[in-house]
């Protein structure tokens, strides 16, 4: 049986970007031109990292005849917000809608591709 799904894991820290694949484990990283966080804000202006998470989501993607679902997890995290504000939260689900239909969010620690189980994921992110 095909499954015509993909799964990203979107890490988004203060003016970083890390996109990574979770069926090839292929990586991409933005450098340091990205500016879209502040002391007080992780995404500060949402433009930036919404065209680098599409653009890296696209590069990732299994090139195919077949059209993919594709589900993006993102994890949020930045060293001066100790808990993210629901209007936070709106922009990253909408930096997320734009390159994902189905996004799920993580905010209290680092989560790393080999801990996500995707079969299992409403239960373990908030949608």
Do not use: W
């Amino acid at each position: 049986m095909l499954d015509f799904h993909e799964y990203f894991l979107v890490k988004i820290r203060p003016d970083k970007v890390t996109v990574e694949n979770l069926k090839t484990g292929k990586i991409k990283e933005s450098g340091v031109t990205l500016k879209f966080s502040n002391d007080r804000l992780l995404i500060s202006s949402p433009t930036e990292p919404a065209e680098t998470i599409k653009r890296f989501v696209d590069q990732l993607s299994v090139n195919s005849l077949f059209q993919f679902k594709r589900t993006i997890i993102i994890n949020a995290r930045h060293p001066n917000i100790l808990k993210f504000e629901e209007t936070e939260k709106m922009i990253l689900r909408d930096v997320g809608a734009q390159a994902g239909s189905n996004i799920y969010l993580s905010f209290d620690e680092e989560v790393n591709a080999k801990e996500i189980n995707l079969s299992n994921l409403s239960l373990c992110f908030e949608p």
